[in-house]
């Protein structure tokens, strides 16, 4: 009995069910401004959000993201493309951890442990004029290996 238990459970584990994507998470909804978001990271989701959340945010705003470890990460490279109503807008990438130079209490944690990052960040704007924001945001570690990945959509109105 204990053997068909392990097996009907490692099946619903492992075996692919009807989800195909990850699903869409909330970060606030007005009347005025949404904000949603959805993991492009076919094998993990993750959590994230802004406080204050929507169409005017003060500078810094509160950002919180929390996920776990698939790889480990001694260097991390954070890369981003904008897009407003569809049209390309901005690039942007950084490096967050080098091997000589750690930026965040994160670099240097292994594969499996908990990460979680909570700190002010600038937006460089404190109000989204009309229209659809969408962001692109990856993280990579030293081997080219996606730690982590989301679509955020910004819709003010």
């Not at 951890?97 to 909570?118: A, D, L, Q, W």
């Not at 704007?125 to 910004?154: Q, R, W």
Request: with cysteine; charged share 20%; glycine share 6%.
């Amino acid at each position: 009995m204990k053997t068909l238990t392990a097996v009907v459970l490692s099946l619903l584990l492992f075996c692919p069910g009807e989800m195909k994507e990850w699903p869409e998470h909330t970060l606030c909804n007005m009347k005025d401004f949404e904000a949603y978001y959805k993991s492009c990271d076919p094998f993990q989701d993750f959590g994230f959000s802004i406080e204050p959340c929507g169409k005017y945010m003060p500078s810094p705003v509160i950002m919180k993201i929390a996920f776990l470890l698939r790889r480990d990460i001694n260097e991390l490279f954070f890369h981003s493309k904008i897009y407003l109503n569809g049209n390309h807008f901005l690039s942007y990438e950084a490096p967050m951890c080098e091997k000589t130079v750690p930026h965040f209490t994160f670099c240097g944690k292994k594969k499996g442990e908990f990460i979680y990052f909570e700190k002010p960040v600038k937006l460089g704007m404190s109000i989204f004029p009309k229209g659809v924001y969408t962001l692109s945001l990856e993280l990579f570690n030293g081997d080219h290996y996606k730690i982590a990945c989301t679509n955020v959509t910004f819709i003010s109105r």
